[in-house]
């Protein structure tokens, strides 16, 4: 039987965390023997991981990263990667090496800053594996790269490189290591071919794996709104980052109340901008209009209650939100941007908007007052499939 090893830096509530459980869940357990590793052993998400698939971690949690416990928790993961396997001041350089540089670029991202050392510490599995496959870029893609044995080795890209924080002096010659390289939409590969053209023979695209059938019987289930709000619903899945751009959709959304529209917007999410954007609803006077909701088990009830779904986001490689949206029948507005662009035919099965307040209100306002459009909208996104059955046996196939 072969053995596939997936390798993933958490498995919380993001994009990429489903759509490597939706995988999971396509593959045939009587063929392969499927193993999973999670970089940093924690997760809200590992209770959802198929029976079958055999978890290497020698200790895990399914404490969030966001939550008290769970940044404690990383914490404390960060400090014993340091020293565990020797090599602390190799690390040490490593990490002040990186921090000049982010420095020079004028934003510092922890996360990314971290991940080389997070691989250097994690746990060491003494087995070889037929396929290794790396389903994050960063740490992820550095510990199968130099820590796993296998046959064959892929490595997943679901963002925009650059515009994440990406460098190749973080990544060293991690990618070099792989045999394929899969970017999740044909813009995502451009993006990353910017940076590593000499692989343009070895990346290709992997669109993301959806269960729409499990999609549409959550959202069914009880649960959604839980207000008795009357006008325009408006929804966004997605975490409390920078990336996702809540700044602009909270002016977008004061723009919209002054015009006079009868609408809340609510976002279904958690993350580390709370708080700024908290304040920020509150000097705007945007309590009642602009919700954040939080994390919810299950997000779909809202989707199918809400009028129209907006992904308004500074960069992306391919929304799972969006695909979701599409899915249960959402008239979707997204910003126009590289990921979002492949996903979107504007006119056609939703609408591209510039990322500002008034590029994003004055999209809103369009299918608020034009109900036939937001119809035929609908009707093209259902319409839409995405031949996941033909991406996973590419997957399977490197095993020949």
């Not at 990353?192 to 692989?199: A, N, Q, R, S, V």
């Not at 993301?208 to 009880?222: C, S």
């Not at 207000?227 to 723009?255: E, P």
Request: proline share 2%.
């Amino acid at each position: 039987m072969k053995k596939i090893l997936f390798v993933i830096n958490t498995l919380g509530r993001a994009g990429a965390e489903t759509a490597l459980l939706e995988l999971l869940n396509h593959l045939d357990t009587e063929k392969y023997e499927i193993s999973l590793y999670v970089l940093l052993g924690q997760g809200e998400m590992i209770s959802r991981v198929p029976p079958e698939v055999h978890i290497k971690n020698k200790r895990i949690c399914e404490d969030s990263v966001l939550s008290g416990a769970g940044r404690r928790k990383l914490l404390q993961t960060s400090v014993m990667a340091l020293f565990r396997h020797g090599h602390t001041m190799e690390k040490i350089r490593y990490l002040m090496k990186n921090l000049r540089v982010m420095k020079k670029a004028g934003k510092i991202q922890p996360d990314k800053l971290l991940w080389r050392v997070l691989s250097d510490g994690a746990d060491r599995l003494d087995e070889t594996f037929d396929l290794a496959v790396a389903y994050l870029e960063g740490g992820s893609a550095y510990y199968v790269a130099d820590h796993v044995n296998a046959k064959k080795k892929a490595a997943f890209v679901h963002i925009a490189y650059g515009d994440s924080g990406y460098t190749r002096e973080m990544d060293r010659d991690c990618y070099e290591k792989m045999d394929v390289i899969y970017t999740v939409s044909g813009e995502t590969r451009r993006h990353f071919l910017e940076f590593y053209p000499e692989y343009e023979e070895k990346v290709q695209v992997f669109h993301n794996i959806i269960d729409r059938e499990r999609i549409e019987r959550e959202a069914k289930k009880p649960g959604g709104f839980s207000d008795s709000y009357d006008g325009v619903r408006i929804l966004t899945v997605g975490r409390l980052a920078h990336q996702k751009a809540y700044d602009i959709a909270i002016l977008a959304m004061k723009q919209i109340r002054d015009a006079g529209y009868k609408a809340r917007w609510y976002v279904v999410g958690e993350g580390p901008e709370r708080k700024a954007l908290e304040k920020q609803i509150a000097e705007l006077r945007l309590q009642k209009d602009f919700i954040l909701l939080g994390i919810k088990e299950n997000p779909f009830p809202y989707y199918v209650q809400c009028d129209l779904y907006v992904h308004a986001t500074r960069f992306e490689g391919k929304s799972i939100a969006i695909q979701e949206a599409k899915t249960l029948g959402c008239a979707v507005i997204a910003s126009d941007c590289a990921g979002n662009r492949e996903q979107i035919e504007d006119g056609v099965d939703g609408l591209l908007c510039s990322l500002t307040p008034e590029g994003i209100a004055r999209k809103i306002e369009e299918l608020i007052d034009d109900t036939e459009k937001k119809e035929r909208i609908v009707a093209a996104a259902k319409q839409k499939g995405n031949g996941q059955t033909e991406e996973i046996q590419r997957l399977l196939d490197l095993m020949k």
